[in-house]
């Protein structure tokens, strides 16, 4: 199993910043994480990725690029949403998402998973 840990949704203005964060842990052998991201779902809206980062290299959405950043600390397998600028439509449950592998008697399994969700509300 692996366990995703989000902080930092709220309440914000526009214009203003926060920071997301998504601690990945997971009591499997050899666990690798290839990739780790952010997606949001608004209201009435299908779930999005809003950021990932893969192999080192981060994509982001056109609406949130140039004023979003994603990073990694692999070490300490956590992932990272700064979000500055912030907008109305930038409101939704923001989810921590990872893929990857680990190792088992036969190989490598692949796995992904979800956060549970932290909202993010931008309104004046």
């Known amino acids: 199993q692996v366990q995703l840990v989000e902080s930092g949704g709220g309440l914000v203005q526009p214009g203003e910043s926060l920071r997301l964060s998504c601690k990945a842990s997971?009591?499997?052998?050899?666990?690798?994480?290839?990739?780790m991201g952010w997606y949001r779902q608004a209201p009435g809206k299908e779930r999005d990725m809003v950021a990932m980062?893969?192999?080192?290299?981060?994509t982001y959405s056109l609406s949130v690029k140039g004023r979003f950043t994603i990073s990694r600390d692999s070490a300490k397998n956590v992932v990272n949403l700064q979000m500055t600028g912030v907008k109305p439509d930038d409101t939704a449950v923001y989810y921590c998402y990872v893929e990857g592998t680990w190792a088992n008697i036969s190989g490598r399994t692949g796995f992904a998973s979800w956060g549970q969700g932290t909202q993010v509300t931008v309104s004046s």
């Open positions: 997971a009591e499997l052998s050899g666990i690798d994480f290839s990739a």
């Open positions: 980062i893969r192999s080192g290299s981060p």
